[in-house]
């Protein structure tokens, strides 16, 4: 049975072969986006090929906009976006798709400009088309193409005409080519990138290929020019070379890296008349020593996955947010991309050239659907396939293949093995032999330069940074990356700190790639942002596709804020002892290549969390990897308080074209003068009448032992402090069925800490105390909490909780938390005050960014706004917190030890049956945690589950909070 075009494994026909891609060009070209015409039809062959013949009439068609999706405009009225990670939305039969294949017919009509040269050739290019397009041209038929992520050019010169000519393309949401494009992100289909019309003028160059060579002994470039017309002439002016095509010459050059991308503008200038712009970052990527060097110097990853994304576009993705993306990477000290899992739009990668970025350049290939076949019938398995493959590693070599940017070819990504991939590896590296080939997916790593891996436990990778992993001889010579790492979905990722220091440790480990970096949450009408099932996906991975560093309107996250830390390329630290008359710092300069004459040094010399003095810092110009101890001022003599410490900040000292001068690239803390213990309240007796205690300032209800008021704070019926360990479940707490660690989001459910009951035992009056004992236990368990709460009070209006837990029971999980929650009218709880890290939320294995201060936020403002709602907010190591109305009344809390303190205004329940940040309602309650522990974030969600070291295990504990009312409330 012969099979319709789309059905093809065929990568297409009618295209010309591809070519660089360059942003400017002095030959004429013209801009068909914008609005068109359009038709949707809900299968491939429902209508006719007539809409494409002149003089056809669509005014009773719709309009789209191109670039764009055609799901996400229209109102619903062209159906839905469908988000999935791993499964086809469609039965698994390749290359046949369903005969329910959304099937869009787009129409542009344009006139040529009266400029328009009437010689030489013209073609009619697409940036990116989604899945499968014919084209026609005033009625002629141009040919087929597949690829979503890729280029394609038709020849068009002998079809125009100067008026009315008629663009026709029939866009099909499943082809054969939706098999290589399981991408593990949403289902949109549509023109989404430009569409051009080019002149060629004879004689012009069809392509050219810049090679710029640098060799770091001797400091030269060599730069070769090579184009498809031997007249062209190539000029660098302020190299002062003028050069014929192929020719060569060397001279000294100041290297491209991604610290300091250095670009030559130049010029090629064709017997045609033609001039093409170009940019020569001069640089040699290699594999020496079994390590991946540029100029002969081993480089760090410091990375991230990026999809293309915006949150009402989906992939139509413009110029200024790609700009903001890498600004965004830049600023928080990223400095590598894996394009995941296509090409991006190839204008990205002149940004990387202009403000450097090392790029991993990956296919458009993925079949992962295939895993739960074992792989049978995959594509890249099948020589059937091996030509559209190879025409996708063609289309993005050609098109990328002069920019200084890229490092690495990667083949794909989760597509299993076969002779398909090989295939790839040898064309690429027989036509660019200068760079190195990137796979994840075959541990044997025959097709590939780096040994490459997905969300191995941190134990692993020291393993395999020590050179003691087993495998095949050839993988254990090679540079191991994470290519995917560090998942951040939700709160999170935890860890990264732990994986930082494996890589600082062990050359061998070459860096890693965050998963990933921005949410995929769509506009929604009802929810704010939407995931998968939103849209009605009768198949869906639900909020998987939320896992970036930043949220969908492109917020950093607290996860972000955290890399940016983990991975600041300067190291600040002290030996913290305290002695502030012999206080030094360590400053480390972690670049690859650069020095740290482009950084300004401030000490900032802190009392209680305010800074009392502040001044520059002198430090030695270190060379990458060097060290150097740095003497520290005295401290002001005036200065006074319970608790000292220095801040070193690195600032830009001048502006560069990513941040202006002053931003913040990193910074240390050290203690000068240790925290005091805080004492706690004693002295008040309690005083018992008929229904209540009186304790200082407090009232308790004599029955039950419940606080009821604190001065003239009345605590709600069921806000009275006690005991909590429950948390709501973060996606990495929640974790994925394929990891092995276990799932303690679950298993916290199944052994109910979501509904735990609190007997009360005793309620009693002891040596100038309120004690009150309790056993806080789930039902159906044994498991329980022996919990005592010891209330004390002085006459200055303080009172001091003191709580002991005692575990019962055989526990075998850890706990979500442990602490204290209750409830104040939100007339007290409108401003948050605390003198702890910050200024953003910080949990046991995320808090390297938690900065130790005096912070103040509104209440609402310390909520994380996670697409799906789940635990977050927490500030770490409080000294003491307030939260104030608008007069200035409301409560002070003081922890002995510092603790995690949590403010919002729903409860943890609420927050837990919540899907959408729509369905949380504040109330009239702000409800606080006040944590001695927190179990450890980790990344779960796909990767390993927090480290040992942050898990909170059932163990004795005891801890206090010492409570004083603020100012007054009028009434």
Same mark, same amino acid.
């Given at each position: ?6 059905? $093809? ?17 002095? +030959? ?104 499968? #397009? ?79 060579? =640098? ?28 050069? #014929? ?96 899992? =296509? ?115 941190? @134990?692993?990778?020291?393993?395999? %940074? ?54 995929? %949450?769509?506009?929604?009408?009802? =929810? ?63 670049? @690859? ?48 308080? $319970? ?37 706690? #309240? ?15 300032? +407090? ?64 309620? +009693?009056?002891?040596?100038? +105390? ?57 007339? =007290? ?30 209440? @609402? ?51 837990? #049956? ?58």
């Amino acid at each position: 049975m012969s099979l319709p075009y789309f059905e $093809s494994v065929s990568p297409g026909s009618g295209t010309v072969p591809p070519r660089s891609w360059y942003a400017t060009s002095s +030959a004429a070209s013209l801009s068909l986006n914008g609005s068109w015409r359009f038709r949707l039809s809900p299968t491939a062959e429902a209508e006719d090929d007539s809409f494409a013949r002149p003089g056809y009439d669509a005014s009773g068609w719709g309009e789209i906009t191109v670039p764009g999706h055609w799901v996400l405009q229209g109102d619903g009225a062209h159906g839905s976006p469908a988000y999935t990670n791993v499964n086809y939305p469609f039965p698994v039969d390749p290359p046949r798709v369903p005969t329910e294949n959304p099937t869009g017919d787009h129409l542009r009509v344009f006139d040529l400009p009266d400029t328009w040269p009437a010689d030489g050739e013209s073609v009619i290019r697409f940036e990116g088309v989604e899945s499968c #397009a014919k084209v026609w041209l005033n009625g002629t038929e141009l040919g087929d193409f597949k690829g979503s992520r890729l280029p394609h050019e038709f020849s068009v010169g002998g079809l125009l005409q100067e008026h009315d000519n008629v663009l026709a393309v029939r866009v099909h949401q499943w082809s054969s080519g939706s098999y290589l494009e399981d991408q593990d992100q949403w289902w949109l289909p549509g023109i989404f990138r430009e569409v051009s019309l080019l002149h060629r003028p004879d004689g012009a160059a069809a392509d050219f290929r810049v090679h710029a060579s =640098y060799d770091h002994r001797d400091g030269l470039g060599t730069l070769r020019v090579e184009t498809t017309t031997p007249a062209a002439r190539v000029s660098v002016p302020e190299l002062g070379l003028d050069l #014929a095509s192929g020719e060569p010459a060397t001279v000294p050059v100041q290297p491209w890296t991604a610290e300091t991308p250095r670009l030559y503008d130049g010029e090629i200038r064709t017997a045609a008349g033609e001039t093409i712009p170009f940019r020569a970052g001069f640089r040699t990527v290699a594999l020496e020593d079994g390590l991946i060097k540029v100029n002969g110097t081993p480089v760090l990853f410091r990375g991230v996955n990026r999809h293309e994304f915006h949150p009402e576009h989906g992939r139509a993705v413009g110029l200024d947010t790609m700009r903001r993306d890498l600004l965004l990477m830049k600023r928080h000290n990223v400095n590598a991309v894996r394009t995941s899992h =296509y090409p991006p739009h190839p204008a990205f990668l002149d940004l990387c050239d202009e403000l450097g970025l090392w790029v991993i350049d990956e296919c458009d290939l993925e079949t992962h659907g295939f895993v739960f076949d074992d792989w049978r019938r995959n594509p890249v398995d099948d020589e059937r396939w091996t030509p559209a493959l190879l025409d996708r590693a063609r289309r993005m070599v050609e098109r990328d293949k002069n920019h200084p940017s890229v490092l690495l070819w990667s083949l794909g990504n989760e597509c299993g093995t076969g002779a398909g991939l090989t295939a790839m590896a040898r064309w690429i590296r027989d036509r660019d032999p200068s760079r190195l080939v990137h796979y994840e997916g075959d541990p044997s790593c025959a097709d590939t330069d780096v040994y490459s891996r997905m969300y191995p436990p941190h @134990d692993e990778v020291e393993t395999i %940074g020590r050179y003691e992993d087993e495998g095949p001889a050839k993988r254990r010579q090679l540079p191991f990356i994470l290519c995917e790492y560090g998942h951040a979905m939700g709160n999170g990722p935890g860890g990264l700190a732990d994986y930082q220091r494996l890589f600082e440790a062990h050359d061998r480990l070459q860096g890693g790639f965050v998963w990933e970096w921005i949410d995929h %949450g769509l506009n929604h009408p009802g =929810y704010g942002f939407g995931y998968g099932g939103d849209f009605g996906e009768e198949l869906h991975d639900g909020n998987f596709v939320c896992d970036g560093l930043l949220f969908p309107d492109r917020t950093p996250s607290p996860g972000l804020v955290e890399y940016k830390k983990v991975i600041e390329p300067v190291r600040i630290h002290g030996d913290g002892n305290g002695d502030s008359s012999a206080d030094t710092v360590r400053v480390t300069n972690g670049h @690859d290549f650069t020095d740290l004459t482009h950084l300004a040094f401030t000490w900032s010399y802190e009392v209680d969390g305010e800074s009392v003095a502040t001044g520059p810092l002198t430090v030695p110009p270190l060379a990458p990897g060097q060290s150097a101890e740095v003497k520290l001022p005295a401290p002001p003599a005036d200065a006074r308080g $319970s608790e000292a410490a220095w801040t070193v900040r690195a600032e830009l000292a001048e502006d560069t074209a990513w941040a202006p001068a002053g931003h913040l690239v990193a910074w240390g803390q050290l203690t000068a003068a240790p925290r005091a213990v805080t004492a706690a #309240a004693t002295g008040a007796a309690p005083v018992r009448d008929r229904d209540t205690i009186t304790l200082g300032p +407090a009232v308790f209800d004599a029955r039950t032992g419940a606080l009821r008021s604190l001065g003239p704070i009345q605590v709600p019926a069921d806000g009275e402090p006690r005991l909590d360990v429950w948390r709501a479940p973060t996606d990495n707490d929640d974790g994925a069925p394929w990891q092995p660690d276990a799932r303690y989001g679950l298993l916290w459910r199944e052994a109910g800490l979501h509904r735990v009951r609190h007997r009360r035992d005793q309620v +009693a009056l002891d040596d100038g +105390a309120l004690v009150v004992r309790s056993r806080v236990a789930p039902a159906a368990s044994q498991l329980g909490l022996a919990t005592e709460y010891r209330w004390t009070a002085d006459d200055s209006g303080r009172l001091t909780l003191s709580v002991t837990v005692t575990p019962e029971g055989d526990w075998r999980i850890p706990l979500p938390r442990l602490g204290i929650r209750f409830g104040i009218p939100s007339t =007290y709880g409108e401003t948050a005050t605390w003198f702890g890290g910050g200024p953003g939320e910080a949990y046991p294995d995320t808090r390297a960014a938690a900065r130790l201060g005096r912070w103040q936020s509104p209440v @609402d403002a310390l909520q994380t706004p996670y697409v799906r709602p789940q635990e977050n907010g927490a500030r770490a190591d409080v000294r003491w917190a307030e939260l104030t109305g608008p007069d200035g009344g409301g409560l002070r809390i003081t922890g002995e030890p510092e603790f995690w303190f949590t403010a919002r205004r729903w409860t943890t329940e609420q927050l837990d #049956a919540a899907g959408h940040g729509t369905d949380l309602v504040p109330g009239d309650t702000v409800w606080v945690n006040l944590d001695h522990a927190q179990h450890g974030i980790g990344s779960q969600s796909c990767g390993p589950g927090p480290l040992p070291q942050y898990r909170l295990e059932a163990a004795p504990a005891t801890f206090s909070f010492t409570f004083s009312a603020l100012g007054r409330i009028g009434h």
